[in-house]
Each structure stands twice: as C-alpha cells, then as structure tokens.
C-alpha cells in the first residue's frame, strides 16, 4: 500500500504559477502510475494529468500546454507544475496512486486562481 500527500497549493494571480507535489510512502513508489484529479467547488471530479511507471505522459485538454506533471523516484515524490493559471483552475487537487486494481487518493491541496 502507498499513502499521498499533497502540498504546494495556496492563492495565485491569474497568469501565476504553482508547483504541487505528491508525496508517497509505505510501498515502492516507482510501482506506481500516478494521476492529478481536481475538484473545483459544485462540479465533478475530473482528470488533469497521468505519469505512468515508466515515465509516460498524458494531460487533459483544458491543461494541455500549461501544466507539466513529472516524478522523482529517488524522492518518492510527483509533482503538477501548473503555469498560466486562470480562474477556472481553482479547485482542490487529489493525487492518485494506481496499478491494477489498486488506487490510493491523498487528501487533497486547494489551489484558489484571483486577483
């Protein structure tokens, strides 16, 4: 089993950036695909941006060109740099951890995009 925790968030100005990161302990991290999901207020989940194990990338459309996800195995530790932040970025973003049929979500880091 892996356990996430999310940091990084916080407020931002519109055209600001953030780095989040997720950090993994209890099992072998590198074993992992790993995956940004965001849930802004009233809406459903939704997918940002996928790693998988051997480093492939995958982003959703609205995220494409601004956001980069990438992974340190070494410090057991994904991170989502986000540039080019507008409003509609705002919300809480969840890590998850999957292979298999196995998946583990962290708590969650809010990202609020104002001026």
């Known amino acids: 089993q892996v356990q996430l925790v999310e940091s990084g968030g916080g407020l931002v100005q519109p055209g600001g950036s953030l780095r989040l990161s997720c950090a993994a302990s209890g099992s072998t991290f590198s074993s992992y695909h790993i995956s940004w999901y965001r849930q802004a207020p009233r809406k459903e989940r939704e997918w940002v941006a996928r790693i998988t194990r051997d480093g492939r990338t995958d982003y959703a459309e609205s995220v494409k060109g601004r956001f980069t996800i990438s992974r340190d195995n070494a410090k057991n530790t994904v991170y989502l740099q986000m540039n080019s932040l507008n409003p509609e970025d705002t919300a809480v973003y969840y890590c998850?951890?999957?292979?298999?049929?196995?998946?583990?979500w962290g708590q969650g880091t809010q990202v609020t995009v104002s001026s």
């Open positions: 998850k951890a999957f292979y298999n049929r196995y998946e583990s």
